[in-house]
């Protein structure tokens, strides 16, 4: 499909990468990983051919259909969402235009014998073959189906992309990418402007995709759900194994300890071969026997250790003073834009020292109730502060107020204060912006080096309660590794808006759901919030819109009543206990099969086990509606 054959950039004299060479296949699912500034951006320009390297060739197919998804949009604005995802369908729209030609001269003319009316009829014969052919007839419904994966409504399907966020275009973007056939997707950070639902979706089409895939993505869980191989690039080198990403790291490491070993044996052999030379040269005898050992070494080939890229940003958030005991109340919180309404009579209180997210579907009110509690938008309802409460905001776009003209150290002095001002080359130094690197124009830098540049500023700020909208967009997996255990250590309370599954594990205790202008607090972590909602969409029973009256129970019966109740629930709770672990070892199983599917399948009984499975696995679903029924019929 695609062959790269020592592929070679450099900017300002220094190479992002040299000599380099791989081949991309149908159904290579490829995560390209890298720290911020590696050149992976860099990479899927040279091979959707918007840059040009400067040395080294790319052979592909002649028919190679390409489909590039940037961080930065060009949009036309004026079209519906609709009309914007026809614009997939070239092919399909300049047919279409042709038939309506040839349609309204049908309808015009009157010499229904001549030779140039019949001629008409082929030409539209052949037109509406050639639209079948190319799916003419299908692809409305194809659009409609996965502009709702990527989560719009059919309400927004004519509604003008101009009243729609960034995220929301970029969406709109992917649907045209997905809906296009490509045989190669170059797919730039796609999921940071999607939800986790819509992550979900996506994950499911990509395995599917018959094409190759190249994803630059900071979202481990997606990588290790989506990719079966993994390109990294380091120090100018790529490194590239046929494995997801966390299995990528598992084997770069033995690898590496397997090189250290080898060379220390090397070393070993190396040092006593020198004491040989050393003793032979003082005797005639052995002069020859001297030259040939140096000889030898000189021809062996030293033992190479890959290298590492191992610079991180430091990172700590210190708390101001100590607040209150509920850092935000509110009650009734109202909010809407015109006549669409965001938030609906929302009450919460967050507690001193909690760390709390904020989850659900885009434009579902996460992002606007964080600006409401950082005083910035008018809104319905109270919402009050407690006591000593000290804000500091990391907005979503947080990168786009940072001043392009402005140096990086310029942005980070003109943001201090007396107090800090000295402490600010400090700041940039642990954020990996060290010596000439301060004096970078911020228009330069790249989506991660901006996002880093905004945490540094946010020190120069006190606080005690940190805001944070998508602080993970742009950043490379070890700077977000070091953000999170920053705010795992963090002593005052936190609020996380994210859709990062993998970076909200472990971090915050309580979730709150946004759907439908309200919200819904769950008591745990996020993995704790996703097995609810996958039980929750096992329920399929209806919902019945008028309640019987039930008669009143004696006391024996209510006993009894009870008793039996709590004994289903508790059957409940076992049997959804049951299938969520029998759900996730036939997902292994299948992540196996899509990875190891030869080495899998040599066991004669693989198939046996992995069909009794799934039946047991209906056997228990059965079993969970039959018990759910008989709840239902208690209550």
Known sequence: MLNIHNLSISFQGEYLFEEIAFKLSAGDRIGLIGKNGAGKSTMLKILAKELDPDSGQIAADKSLKIGFLKQDLDFEFGRTVLEESYEAFHEIKKIEREIDEVNTQLAERTDYESDSYHQLMIDLNELQHQYEIHGGYNYQGETEKILQGLGFKREDFNKLTDTFSGGWRMRIELAKLLLQNNDLLLLDEPTNHLDIESIIWLEGFLKNYPGAVVIVSHDKMFLDNVTNRTIEISLGRIYDYNKPYTKFLELRKEIKEQQLATQKNQEKHIQQTEKLI?????????????????????RMDRVEVDEDDNSVMTLRFPVSVTPGKVV??????????????????ISLSIPRDTKTAFVGQNGQGKSTLAKIIVGDLKHQGELKLGHNVQIAYFAQNQAEYLDGNKTVLDTMIDAANESNRSKVRDILGSFLFRGDEVEKYVRVLSGGERNRLALAKLLLQPFNVLVMDE???HLDIKSKNVLKEALKNFDGTLILVSHDRDFLQGLTETIYEFKDHKIKEYLGNIDYYLEQRNVENLREVEKRNVEKEKPKASNKDSYETQKKLKSLNNKLSNLESKIHDLENEIKGIDVELATNYDEVVSNPRFFDKYNAKKEKLESLMAEWETVQEAIDSSN
């Open 328 to 345: 935000v109340e509110a009650q009734n919180v109202s909010k809407s834009y015109g006549d669409l309404q965001v938030l609906n009579n």
């Open 471 to 473: 602080p993970t967009n």
């Open 278 to 298: 050393e003793k032979f040269r003082a005797k005639a005898s052995k002069a020859t026997m001297a030259q040939s050992l140096i000889k030898k070494l000189d």
